[in-house]
């Protein structure tokens, strides 16, 4: 995810979080980078939309083995970590985890934070999920 991010910096990149549910946790096994389909309008330095075909092909491949979608991940090549008010306005999915990594330059620091929106929470509908693992 970080070379990821790092590579399409100024643009968002997005990618798809992998993994499966047990009763008191998720375990993402991996992350799949995608295309950001908002290259192609010139808006990808703000925003992020992955292609349905290509959710449809990791949806497809993952029949059968156990793994699914458990959320995705996006950068933030504003250096913002926490969702923004269009990742906010954009839930579909109240179980889906949102992995936010913040960069303000190709180089510089990264900050990671993955996020669960979640009504009872008090800071704008999202709780930061602990996270244990490399980038």
């Known amino acids: 995810m970080e070379q990821h991010a790092r590579s399409a910096w100024p643009d968002e990149c997005c990618g798809l979080l992998i993994g499966h549910r047990s009763q008191d946790a998720e375990h993402i096994t991996r992350a799949v980078p995608m295309p950001n389909q908002m290259a192609r309008t010139g ?4 925003l992020f ?8 092909d990791v949806q497809r491949a993952l029949r059968g083995s156990g793994d699914g979608m ?3 991940y996006h950068s933030h090549p504003n250096g913002r970590r926490g969702p923004s008010p269009r990742d906010r ?6 179980q889906a985890l949102w ?7 190709a180089e510089g620091g ?4 993955l996020w669960r929106p979640d009504p009872a929470c008090l800071w704008q509908d999202f709780c930061l999920v602990g996270w244990q693992g490399s980038l």
């Open 99 to 105: 992995g936010i990594l913040a960069l303000s330059s």
């Open 110 to 113: 990264l900050d990671f934070g």
């Open 43 to 46: 808006q990808a330095g703000r």
């Open 49 to 56: 939309e992955i292609p349905p075909q290509a959710l449809f």
């Open 70 to 72: 458990l959320g995705h």
């Open 89 to 94: 306005a954009a839930i579909h999915d109240p």
